[in-house]
């Protein structure tokens, strides 16, 4: 009971640290993803862009740290939906990673531009369109894409397992359909990712991992549900 106890408090925290460190790093990136005069400003800001790769790779962490803390007490409900999601989780965190490579890249090329002191600017913008094309795919396959595909998964064992709150699963499984819909949407370009309707397709997945986050610190997992299962098992 003290494993699963401890286990729930690891995984609530684990959901909220990513959910700060997503937010804060995306943030920190803005000079060099969001400024028009980006090949300036990212050797200006430099170490703001670090600390925001440092924030997404913390985010990277968190990502493989709540699926591989809740594997063990997922896999006695449906073992092989359990394994993908570690599987998946993982990939989104290899996603994650190749977005955080790009902008540290960007950030060189920022650098080799300031220190080339050229006024011939075409060669940079290629080179710099390309790695924020890059990070623009990983930003949309990783938080939305395999956020959906991994959401789903866990909250449907934890619908059949009453290990939480129906609600919370029922919340999670209608937020993983809303935000893979969106990433579909995204990408064949029917809006933004980050817009009015991009936020609107995500409030469901940020509030049940909110929610889940919280319940799981203060609650755990249902003892009740993980006893019957052991007495089925016996």
Known sequence: ?????????????????????????????NPILKDPDYLLKGAEHANQVILGAVMELI?????????TTMFPILRK????????????????GVIITVGVISVLSLLTLSR???????????????????????????FMLG??????INTLMYSYIFYKSKLVPRFISILGITGAILVFICALLVMFGVFP???????IFA???????MILAVWLLIKGFNESAISSLSAKSK
């Open 77 to 92: 409900y449906n073992e092989t939906i359990a394994l993908w999601h570690v599987c998946f989780r993982f990939l989104e």
């Open 1 to 29: 009971m003290n494993s699963n106890k401890k286990a729930a408090k690891m995984v609530g925290i684990l959901f909220l640290l990513a959910a700060f460190t997503a937010v804060i790093g995306l943030n920190l990136y």
């Open 112 to 138: 080799e531009f300031v220190a080339a002191g050229t006024y011939d600017t075409s060669a940079f913008q290629a080179s710099g369109t390309v790695l924020k094309a890059v990070h623009e795919w990983t």
């Open 193 to 199: 990712q980050i817009s009015f309707w991009g936020a």
């Open 143 to 148: 938080p939305l894409f395999m956020l959906g």
């Open 203 to 209: 409030i469901p997945v940020a509030a049940n991992e």
């Open 59 to 67: 985010l990277v962490v968190s990502v493989v740290g709540t699926a």
